[in-house]
Structures are given as structure tokens and as C-alpha cells.
């Protein structure tokens, strides 16, 4: 009995980590949802997001976020999107942020920010409205894609 108790803590275990892995910005909970903070009360007060001219090259090869096809064949490899931030969305498990780039976010790249990594990022709510330059690897989830951001280098406001 005691070894079928741990074979089956081991196979939870490699389903929790291939989730993991398969879900790149779905956290698994180690705390309870009611636990966890809206992303701008746990924001850093001292980090400031960097800005950048519009006519500047890493803003003029960048891809719009409303180019869908071009970023599909960018997956996998570094790169950038140029887009104002229509919504700042976050689920009420306070899990992730995601930036949106349209109305109908399928309409349009995201960018999320895991909830492990919201205290690096100023309030990322105040960037709803402004013109921002995305970069980083191009990735898909669950059909679509994305860049996660991990850094607020990241996000460049254009002026």
C-alpha cells in the first residue's frame, strides 16, 4: 500500500510540473486564492518603466499587436510588438495581469505578467491608454501568442 501511496505522489507530482510547463502562465496555487494581492497593492514603488521615441529602429521593426499571422512565425524566437494597452486584465484569483491590445483580446497579441513576478513591475493598470513597445520571446498559449513578460525592461512607453 505505502508503495502505491508514493507512485501515485510521483505521478502527481510529473502532472503538476507537465501542467506547469504546458500552461507557462498559470500558477499553481501554494496559497489560497483569497490570499493573493491585486498586482498593483504588491507593484514596486521604485521601478518606472523606461520610454522611448516612436522613431527609433526597435520601435519601427517591431510588429504591430494586431499582426497575429506575422507574430505566429516568430514563435520561438526574440523579438517585438508596438501596441496601446486597450485593458489591463486580471482574473479574480490575482494570478496573472495580462495586457491587452485590443477590445477582443483574440483580436490581438497579449502580454501577461505571472503573479510571482508582480512585484518587479510598477502598477501595470497605469499603462492602460498608452502606447507601449513589447519585447521579448514570442510564445504560444493555447493557440495564441503572447510574450510573457518577467522584467519591466520589457515595456517601453513610446512617446
Same mark, same amino acid.
Given at each position: ?49 523606461? @520610454? ?5 529602429? $526597435? ?6 499587436? +494586431?499582426? &497575429? !499571422? /506575422?507574430? #505566429?512565425? =516568430? ?34 497579441? @497579449? ?5 510571482? $513576478? ?6 501595470? +493598470?497605469? &499603462? !492602460? /491608454?498608452? #502606447?507601449? =513597445? ?26
Amino acid at each position: 500500500m505505502q508503495t502505491l501511496t508514493r507512485q501515485l505522489s510521483a505521478l502527481t507530482a510529473v502532472a503538476a510540473v507537465s501542467f506547469a510547463l504546458a500552461a507557462p502562465h498559470v500558477v499553481l496555487a501554494q496559497e489560497p486564492a483569497a490570499a493573493r494581492k491585486p498586482q498593483s497593492e504588491v507593484a514596486s514603488k521604485e521601478v518606472k518603466f523606461a @520610454t522611448v521615441k516612436a522613431d527609433v529602429e $526597435d520601435v519601427k521593426r517591431a510588429l504591430e499587436a +494586431k499582426d &497575429l !499571422e /506575422g507574430a #505566429k512565425k =516568430l514563435v520561438g524566437k526574440e523579438g517585438a510588438f508596438t501596441g496601446t494597452v486597450s485593458r489591463v486584465f486580471s482574473p479574480d484569483t490575482h494570478s496573472v495581469v495580462i495586457l491587452n491590445f485590443a477590445k477582443n483580446y483574440r483580436e490581438a497579441l @497579449t502580454a501577461p505578467v505571472r503573479g510571482r $513576478d508582480f512585484s518587479k513591475f510598477p502598477d501595470l +493598470k497605469k &499603462l !492602460e /491608454g498608452k #502606447k507601449v =513597445l513589447i519585447s521579448g520571446k514570442f510564445q504560444e498559449y493555447q493557440g495564441r501568442t503572447e510574450i510573457l513578460l518577467t522584467s519591466p525592461k520589457q515595456v517601453k512607453i513610446i512617446e
